[in-house]
């Protein structure tokens, strides 16, 4: 293996050779099977998920036409799976032969663009050669250089033989070797993923199938399988059961037993070889004692290893007799040890039947906040890289680290003309963000384990900076008083994430030219810990000189330069920041294009760097009393301005995009709505200008006041306004306008609430899926507004006639466009901030702005809270668990802290019932995060060996019903009382007083009521645990999971009782570890996401088979640059799987799905909302293949994750337990399923309201339960019911109510029939002649139909000519908008949207 060198950037694994190989079996991509995580939960992948699952891709046609073109001179082809290995493979693959020594020549599959380094990495993974590490391979006798391309080396093709020839070893191949065959034999152990590290971690659907899935399910099939199913789920996973056990979480896996080979491998102590033994060829010696405890001494050598005759005192380092000398360890060893030999073999053979997707590593670590009591066992490797190499240095580039900076701004400066460039430089952002929030991660870990040297160790601790591998740490302190103005420690402490908003923003923006800092934010051990990449040269300065743009003492000295702004000048549009002149402290005008603190250094390097970005955004004036400004009503009705910890509270940048979005569809319908007038009185046109001149004022003060009272409608109702002044003149008119802006009430949601991250950038210049043109069509009302407004603006904006220009320039004042002849609206970032003074010239400008910042706050409040609320109602917002709720908020723009006046929207709502769920996930959310807030600082008085007592206690005055839980302080005789005086210096954990045990029950729930209502000014009337599990129906279990999860604590995976008042719940064994909790930026692969976007556009016309392919290409791509694993991956292949299965392809869906279920657990969590619901849909496609077992095993098990994570009473859990009842009914388990089903339509008439159609459908399944039991009266009762509603919502002639009557009829004449024989049994006694009943069990047929129909799966069957005539009709619908856009403006037109960027 060839050492990473300098001239390599990145897009070469930095990860060592041998995790490669671990990888390297998933090769998808092995070059850099990268790592994701979940913490940015809030953020991350889950946004462009959901924006996948809701699949607003109907905006994807230009983009997709644009990317085939680039698409098709490079084809990525699917990928081949074989019993060994996985690799990509492209189109043009081919078949080469390797011969490895002892072994049989085998063939491999290989592309042209793989690098030589990938057949090693699959050969260290297969279980015929995985033991071997130093090796080369050769063709006709030449070796093959590690780092070349196979199309690049000649002679090589088709049936070519590549021989494995062994190397020499060195010192550091030697060690490779070592950790190689370390890793081989822990390959099956889960502690690593228990413990957090190398981005392994867990996996449990393996257990749940037993295998059943591979070869398409036929593996295990005897018959039918109707004979041996249990069904009989635990006791806890029945409807109605209140406990909540914690162990089943994580099944005990019977692989996990682990088959000893070895009990000791470490390095000897004899270590490091003397000279003399050195020049004999002696790289290390090793020490190893064997199951049958043979202890034995090995030298490695650059021949290989072999037996010394050295013992643990003496030294003797002569070669015994026999020596075994052998080129791989695995090979002496099987050589001195039988059992070795025996269960190294069959590790190997249960290693490779793992799915690949169990062991890849992740892109970014995952941590499970559970877990059982682990062995710890002697490990060579884990000891030696906690001591040596691990602290400063990555072990593969010898002797230096890395330069993150370097690496990190070189890939962003690779080109990006064509798709095959652009994959390689986003596999390269990626993968290098990956390793360096992983190297960012271990560093702030150390620095407050107090393992970094501080650069300024005379300070005191909370001012200490550190750097540790080319990384700046900082506390999240507010050191020097920096923050005083802006709300001290409060503000430091939310800056970080501020600014990581930033770095977010611009690095998807992408401008070539301007640079970001690596910044990654750790919150660990109550303390927040920001590290970043160094600017080169920075240290060396003082920063007041190296400053050249900006501000670094919050605006009273600004300065300027033409480069910076001609920079950020190409992300104004994009980010919607508004180029303005502000006061330096000679009162002079400097020119800026962000916000002052925003500071520009040109580095050593010459590049354009901007950091600290934390007022990217407008400030939130919700959260900013300012003296003499007042709220529009509709904030203050709500109590806002409220006081907040600090004055950095922003506007989300999904909130700022919404809000654009329907200031444009105001502004459009003003513009239609005058120029209608005009042509409907040309006579009084004069009056009618000067009248809509009048109605700007009105319009922009009650812009939102009539919004209030359509509560959810997103209708604009500056319109109305503006309808109501223009009436007098003209009636027909208003009823017109008032008609459009109906049709948009019910038609806008879509367009405004869609997830807005459909975007990507090519070429800093941005492109949006969302084109305002497009968003137009989706709304009838506007069409022809629409052709009226764009007849107003040419392209370059000049107006075809006075009178027009008027109407625009009218339209773009009401709405408050910063420019006079089009749409566009920025905000300027230093509006309200306390020390920046504005030039007299720019008055009318500021007030304009502030107006938009009042009106961008009330449109949050009126607007955005409203309609996420209805997304609620009408269940296409589904939250289950805090982390899905914050996205749901999030996507709309609405910051958490607003989460108790949406708690409080919710109180107020008349269909508050069935929001119930909503609002008890929403309080738990508020009560963790309170807590949160409170542990933080707690943790921060603890000194590290009191840690564990700490945090139990911690957890049992919040979550124990123990009323006087008392702290176990640690024993005395570890307690120095002489050295603790003197230390002024400690490192930051190193607080050493035991304030924390004073804590109890009472005082931290008083605590957390006070917190909530300071920060979320929400109030909690309850003095205990116990009282708010009463009130809010919430679940100890459940609380337990979100603080865990908040604040990166593990636990002993147990039973607790927490309601035990004898007893506290936790003691000090119980709490096993504390993680770090990590945010960072998720670059984004944007080619997969328009393929991936264009597919779902197809799929939603109906074109399956396009669709599919278009979907499987992004696949290839999302590989291509993020590797096998990511959760983006997993949104693909679950619409993949799902695309199979309604094309009648079981076996393919079943495999799609599976992967997704492993990837969606490995990267998101095995409790992870969407996890649970990977295992719903993998349940429904084993059930169509046949697999009865699996599929009820599989919904047990999705049942048992959804009552630990929200509990019984939750919408979705009626479809969950809608599947059980059906497959129970299928498998002629009747009692248990109608307790399943009964609970099903129990849950559906409570959140769906009793007239809902899903409520009959539950009536309907029940009664077909009813009926094969012969209950014949239930059946009927259950059945009327459900055609009454279907009657009254569908009418008589409907199909489904005339199904229904049938059904009625037959279960009548069953039941008429079942009593005539009754009657004869008691007439005639035993004699009698009995009737045949038809007591049928349901065909698996009519289960899979009713399957089908409750998982919203519908096959419409078409004849050949109704497809036709289908598909004629979509593509006369495409040319007609297609010509409806070719007349439209293309390029730079000012009307356009096309400023949307994509936020992860």
Not at 505 to 510: E, I, L, Q, R, S
Request: hydrophobic share 35%.
């Amino acid at each position: 293996m060839v050492s990473k060198t300098d001239d390599i950037p990145a897009s070469v694994p930095n990860c060592n050779p041998v995790d490669l190989a671990e990888a390297g079996d998933g090769a998808q991509d092995s070059k850099d099977t990268s790592k994701t995580s979940l913490k940015d939960s809030c953020g991350c992948g889950h946004s462009a998920d959901t924006a996948m699952v809701n699949g607003d891709g109907a905006h994807g046609h230009t983009e997709e036409a644009e990317s085939k073109q680039d698409g098709n001179g490079e084809a990525d082809g699917g990928e081949e799976s074989n019993e060994q290995e996985v690799i990509v493979i492209q189109d043009t693959g081919f078949t080469v032969k390797i011969q490895a020594p002892g072994t049989e020549p085998f063939d491999l599959q290989v592309s042209p663009q793989e690098m030589v380094q990938e057949i090693h990495q699959v050969l260290m993974d297969r279980e015929d050669t995985c033991h071997r590490t130093c090796f080369s391979l050769q063709l006709d006798g030449n070796v093959l250089d590690n780092f070349a391309e196979l199309k690049s080396i000649e002679g090589l093709q088709e049936g070519s033989l590549l021989k494995v020839v062994e190397e020499p070893y060195t010192v550091r191949e030697a060690r490779i070797h070592v950790r190689h065959i370390r890793d081989l034999l822990k390959s099956l152990d889960p502690s690593d993923a228990y413990n957090g590290v190398d981005c392994n971690s867990l996996s449990f659907l393996s257990i749940f199938t037993d295998g059943d899935l591979g070869d398409s399910g036929k593996r295990k099939k005897k018959g039918s399988e109707l004979e041996q199913i249990d069904c009989t789920p635990p006791e806890h996973i029945l409807p109605g059961s209140k406990e909540r056990p914690l162990v089943p979480l994580q099944p005990q896996n019977k692989d996990w037993k682990p088959m000893q080979c070895l009990k000791v491998l470490t390095m000897s102590g004899w270590n490091p070889p003397p000279g003399n033994r050195k020049m004999h060829g002696d790289l290390m010696y090793l020490y190893i004692v064997t199951v049958e405890e043979r202890h034995v001494s090995v030298t490695a050598s650059t021949r290989g290893f072999y037996l010394n005759q050295s013992t643990t005192y003496t030294f003797n380092p002569k070669p015994a007799n026999p020596s075994f000398l052998s080129h791989s360890l695995v090979e002496l060893l099987s050589q001195i040890s039988p059992a070795f030999k025996k269960n190294f073999t069959a590790l190997q053979k249960k290693r490779v039947q793992r799915h690949p997707f169990e062991r890849i590593a992740t892109p970014f670590q995952v941590y499970s906040w559970t877990a059982p009591q682990v062995d710890h066992a002697m490990d060579c490797v884990r000891a030696e890289d906690a001591y040596t190499s691990r602290l400063g240095y990555e072990e593969h580039i010898p002797g230096q680290t890395r330069d993150w900076n370097e690496e990190l701004q070189t890939t962003r400066e690779l080109p990006r003309k064509n798709l095959p460039e652009r994959l390689l430089r986003e596999r390269a952002i990626f993968k290098v963000h990956s390793d360096f929030a992983a190297a960012a991660t271990r560093g702030a870990m150390a620095v407050i384990d107090g393992n970094v040297m501080a650069i300024n160790p005379g300070e005191e601790t909370r001012m200490q900076m550190f750097i540790w591998n080319n990384i700046f740490f900082s506390l999240g302190f507010d050191v020097r008083d920096h923050y005083r103005e802006l709300g001290g420690d409060a503000a430091a402490h939310a800056a970080p994430t501020n600014d990581l908003n930033g770095v977010r923003a611009y690095g998807a923006v992408d401008v070539e030219g301007l640079y970001t800092l690596g910044t990654v934010v750790v919150d660990y051990r109550g303390y927040r810990v920001t590290a970043q990449s160094i600017i080169p040269g920075i240290l060396e300065r003082e920063q007041e000189q190296s400053v050249i743009y900006g501000s670094i003492d919050f605006g009273k000295t600004v300065v300027s330069h033409s480069k910076y702004l001609e920079l950020l000048e190409k992300t104004s549009r994009p980010l919607k920041v508004q180029r303005h002149n502000v006061l330096n402290e000679k009162n002079e005008t400097v020119e800026l294009c962000s916000s002052v603190e925003c500071k520009g250094i040109i580095g050593n390097d010459g590049r354009h760097y901007i950091l600290d970005l934390l007022r990217t955004f407008p400030p939130d004036l919700n959260f900013l009393p300012v003296d003499g400004e007042e709220l529009p009503p509709e904030s203050q009705r709500q109590g806002f301005p409220r006081q907040h910890r600090h004055r950095l509270a922003c506007l989300r940048q999904e909130l700022i995009e919404a809000f654009v979005e329907h200031r444009y569809l105001l502004f459009m319908k003003m513009a239609a709505l005058q120029l209608m007038q005009q042509k409907a009185n040309k006579d009084t046109k004069t009056d009618a200008l000067a009248i809509t001149e009048t109605s700007e004022t009105p319009s922009e003060s009650n812009a939102d006041t009539t919004q209030t009272q359509t509560t959810a409608s997103e209708s604009s109702s500056a319109t109305e306004v503006s309808t109501d002044n223009t009436s007098q003149t003209d009636n027909s008119t208003s009823a017109a306008s008032q008609a459009e802006t109906d049709g948009e009430e019910s038609s806008s949601k879509p367009t405004t609430n869609g997830p807005l991250d459909l975007t990507t950038t090519q070429n800093g210049e941005c492109k949006s899926p969302l084109e305002g043109k497009e968003l137009e069509e989706s709304i009838p009302g506007l069409a022809q507004a629409k052709e009226l407004a764009e007849t107003l603006v040419a392209e370059d904006g000049s107006c075809i006639d006075p009178k027009s220009r008027e109407v625009v320039l009218n339209a773009c004042k009401a709405v408050g466009s910063i420019s006079n002849t089009s749409f566009d609206i920025r905000f300027n970032p230093d509006i309200f901030s306390p020390g920046v003074r504005f030039p007299d010239d720019s008055t009318d400008d500021v007030q304009k702005q502030k107006q938009l910042l009042k009106d961008a706050a009330a449109f949050l409040v009126s607007c955005q809270i409203p309609s996420l609320v209805k997304d609620c109602l009408d269940h296409s917002a589904l939250p289950m668990d805090g982390a899905t709720l914050t996205e749901a908020l999030h996507q709309r723009g609405i910051n958490v802290r607003y989460l108790g006046s949406v708690l409080e929207f919710v109180d107020k709502t008349p269909a508050k019932a069935q929001l119930e769920h909503f609002y008890r996930i929403g309080i738990s959310e508020l009560i963790t995060r309170c807590a949160k807030h409170i542990f933080k600082t707690y943790l921060q008085g603890v000194e590290l060996s009191a840690l564990s007592a700490a945090v139990s206690h911690f957890l049992n005055c919040f979550l124990s019903s123990f009323p006087d839980a008392v702290a176990h302080l640690p024993p005395d005789e570890l307690v120095s009382r002489r050295k603790s005086r003197k230390r002024r210096n400690r490192v930051p954990g190193g607080g050493d007083n035991t304030a924390w045990a004073s804590l109890t029950p009472n005082e931290l729930w008083k605590n957390i009521a006070s917190e909530a209502q300071s920060y979320y000014h929400f109030t909690i009337q309850c003095e205990s645990v116990d009282q708010v599990v009463e009130k809010y129906g919430l679940q100890k279990t459940t609380l337990l999971r979100e603080i865990s999860i908040k604040t990166g604590i593990q636990i002993l995976i147990k039973e607790y009782n927490f309601d035990s008042r004898h007893k506290p719940a936790f003691t000090e064994e119980d709490i096993l570890n504390i993680f770090p909790v990590v945010k960072h930026v998720n670059p984004k692969a944007s080619d997969a996401f328009h393929f991936f976007q264009s597919g779902q556009a197809k799929v939603q016309q109906g074109f399956l088979k396009e669709g599919c392919e278009l979907i499987n290409e992004a696949l290839n791509l999302f590989n291509n640059v993020y590797g096998a694993m990511h959760v983006e991956i997993c949104a693909c292949l679950r619409l993949l799987a799902r695309l199979n299965y309604i094309m009648g392809d079981h076996p393919e869906a079943l495999s799609n799905q599976q992967k997704a279920v492993l990837m969606s657990e490995r990267v998101l969590g095995i409790e992870h909302p969407n996890t649970i619901q990977e295992y719903m849909h993998l349940a429904l496609y084993c059930f169509a293949n046949g697999q009865l077992s699996t599929a009820l095993k599989l919904l047990y098990r999705a049942r048992y994750l959804m009552l630990l994570v929200s509990g019984e009473d939750h919408p979705e859990m009626a479809l969950l337990d809608s599947n059980i009842g059906l497959v129970l009914h299928g498998v002629m388990e009747y009692d248990l399923s109608l307790r399943f089903l009964e609970n099903a339509l129990t849950i559906n008439t409570k959140y769906h309201g009793p007239r809902s159609l899903k409520v009959a459908l539950s009536h309907h399944l029940v009664a077909r339960v009813y009926e094969s039991k012969a209950e014949f009266r239930s059946a009927l009762q259950h059945e009327k019911e459900g055609y009454t509603i279907y009657k009254n919502q569908m009418g008589e002639a409907h199909e489904k109510t005339k199904e229904s009557s049938e059904y009625l009829k037959y279960l009548t004449q069953q039941a008429v029939a079942l009593q005539r024989t009754m009657n004869e049994i008691y007439k005639n006694g035993s004699n009698a002649s009995i009737m045949p009943l038809k007591f049928t069990a349901p065909s698996m047929a009519s289960v899979l139909e009713q399957l089908n129909i409750i998982n919203g799966i519908i096959f419409i069957p078409l004849s050949q000519k109704d497809l036709e005539n289908l598909k004629a009709e979509v593509q006369r619908r495409q040319q007609l908008q297609e010509l409806g856009k070719s007349e439209e403006p293309t390029e730079d037109s000012p009307l356009e949207l096309e400023d949307k960027i994509p936020i992860d």
